[in-house]
């Protein structure tokens, strides 16, 4: 597997990173509590979650209550403080929710005829702005590549052409180039970025089109949020919407750029060179929706081990792990609940281990530790962004960020797979550790799906914090080859899918070793003498 210049000057910090942290050297200040850790510690939290009572936790609901007063209760039992705004365990989180009920089927027309499209057979679609009644009306429909514009590496799929008004066609992921970090996925190449940049140059809608490599899962994922409720953190004055966002089916393109008298295929060829300009299809869109808005409130919990440290004990190693799912949702057979027992039951019950083995600590470490269960991750990491945005620390203060999301359910591994391999000096921390306990840290093969952008450390990451998030790994000790069959099944069989539950026949031992390598990880970051950098040149280096 190739390494990205960003890898590598990350990975050339190893040797000097190892000089400078003393700490790394020192005794595995994690072998006197992570025994605490174990199969059953981790199964009783994580049954609890994932269990039908709590009807897939979603966001503002009653299953969401529930989780956070057993998590801050947990954090409680361990003798944690509470760390939200006066004192309490929650740090309250608004929340606008959003369900959008098709007025109009999607439709489009052209010279050569009109298409009617079905959903969510041929595409999804949800308000993005809290207006009950949104539409695109008779809108001009565009092809515009990737959608991207970095004036750092020269490369703008806009050009100078006004797209006020018009629904852009606009393809997944980023061209895979050395430009772009060859198939690492960047920021650029998210779906949320198409959004984003499609409400800046004031598009009154976007259509993403999906397609297995390019999203990482398949379409029905997709298909599960069509007219679910959508939540948002309340929308600011100054900030820029669209009405509808939308994603549609490979075939359902071909058929919008076909009726324009263009071929798909073609038009993602031209797509992949910065000489790009928007294509107009000579087509319009017809798409509205009726919208219920609803204002609600869910919350983060928080739960502080003070340092103690005089010098120290005012920086702080976040934790964090999302408890939110899906809810309930369109269902499959009889099943209509969304347990999220891997995504993230497991991960939430993972860090609540990792909690009571801290605060089990013979004396605390130097810097404060800080165990953040956030809400809506789901729903585009909000729960993490309000706390980015209304941090109980200053964001200087802040010096690391541990995630996990989701933790190893199918049998302990000899490797341990790292999302952002060397783009910060947290590479070298997990490096040792994972050699010190005869395991090996790789980097996560899958960079084309733009992992580090998808789960709550990105909300740290943009406001400078350096964050790791690691997967499980993939050499099992046992039954390699089944094991790593079942595993990456997941993603095709389960994951967003009513059937992520629970499972007694689960191997909890590899959640074990990952939680215990986390929790050394994080007690060595908490007790060096320096504090974490990115690695020169990283797209986050600057906001540090």
């Not at 050297?25 to 049954?47: D, F, Y």
């Not at 429909?141 to 020269?154: K, M, Q």
């Not at 029905?220 to 409720?229: L, Y």
């Not at 810097?367 to 706390?387: C, I, K, M, N, Q």
């Amino acid at each position: 597997m190739s390494t990205s210049p960003l890898q590598a000057a990350g990975l050339s910090l190893l040797t000097g990173l190892a000089l400078s942290l003393p700490s790394l050297s020192a005794q595995n200040p994690a072998a006197a509590v992570e025994g605490l850790i174990t199969e059953k510690s981790i199964a009783s939290c994580l049954r609890f979650l994932a269990d039908d009572l709590l009807e897939g936790r979603g966001v503002a609901s009653r299953g969401d209550a529930l989780s956070r007063l057993y998590i801050g209760s947990q954090m409680q039992l361990f003798g944690l403080e509470p760390g939200a705004p006066g004192g309490g365990w929650n740090q309250k989180v608004p929340i606008l929710g959003i369900t959008a009920a098709v007025d109009r089927p999607f439709t489009v027309k052209g010279p050569k005829g009109e298409l009617n499209f079905s959903d969510p057979d041929d595409y999804t679609s949800f308000a993005a702005q809290a207006q009950e009644f949104t539409e695109w009306k008779d809108a001009e429909i565009v092809f515009v590549g990737y959608g991207i514009n970095a004036p750092e590496l020269d490369w703008d799929d806009y050009k100078d052409v006004d797209l006020k008004g018009k629904v852009l066609l606009v393809m997944n992921s980023d061209p895979e180039t050395e430009l772009f970090a060859g198939k690492t996925r960047l920021y650029y190449g998210r779906w949320s970025y198409k959004y984003e940049e499609a409400a800046r140059r004031g598009a009154v809608g976007a259509i993403v089109i999906h397609t297995t490599p390019s999203a990482g899962y398949p379409f029905q994922v997709i298909q599960a949020g069509q007219g679910q409720e959508r939540f948002w953190l309340p929308f600011t004055p100054d900030e820029p919407t669209i009405a509808i966002r939308s994603w549609c089916s490979e075939d359902a393109a071909m058929k919008i750029t076909a009726l324009g008298g263009q071929n798909l295929d073609d038009l993602r060829s031209k797509a992949e060179s910065r000489d790009f300009r928007p294509v107009p299809l000579g087509v319009t869109a017809d798409l509205a929706t009726r919208n219920t808005i609803r204002e609600l409130e869910s919350g983060n919990v928080l739960g502080i081990l003070p340092g103690s440290d005089p010098n120290l004990s005012g920086e702080v190693v976040a934790i964090t792990a999302h408890f939110d799912h899906l809810g309930r949702g369109r269902p499959k057979g009889e099943d209509d609940i969304y347990n999220g027992a891997l995504d993230n039951a497991s991960g939430t019950a993972a860090m609540l281990n990792i909690a009571r083995a801290c605060a089990s600590l013979p004396e605390p470490p130097k810097r404060t530790l800080l165990f953040l269960a956030v809400t809506a991750e789901e729903s585009g990491l909000l729960g993490s962004l309000y706390y980015a945005r209304n941090p109980t620390f200053p964001k200087k203060k802040i010096i690391a960020n541990f995630n996990i999301d989701g933790i190893n359910i199918w049998g302990a591994t000899r490797d341990l797979a790292m999302i952002g391999y060397g783009k910060n000096s947290l590479t070298a921390v997990a490096h040792e550790v994972a050699e010190n306990r005869d395991r090996k840290l790789v980097a996560n093969p899958e960079t084309e799906l733009g992992l580090f952008y998808r789960s709550d450390h990105f909300s740290f990451a943009r406001i400078g914090v350096p964050s790791a998030f690691f997967k499980a790994g993939s050499d099992f000790f046992e039954n390699a080859v089944s094991r790593k069959r079942v595993k990456m099944s997941y993603t095709a069989t389960r994951y967003h899918q009513p059937n992520d539950e629970f499972d007694e026949r689960w191997r909890l031992d590899g959640a074990v070793a990952d939680s215990r390598l986390i929790l050394e990880c994080m007690l060595r970051v908490a007790n060096a003498q320096e504090a974490p950098t990115w690695a020169p040149g990283d797209e986050f280096e600057k906001l540090r």
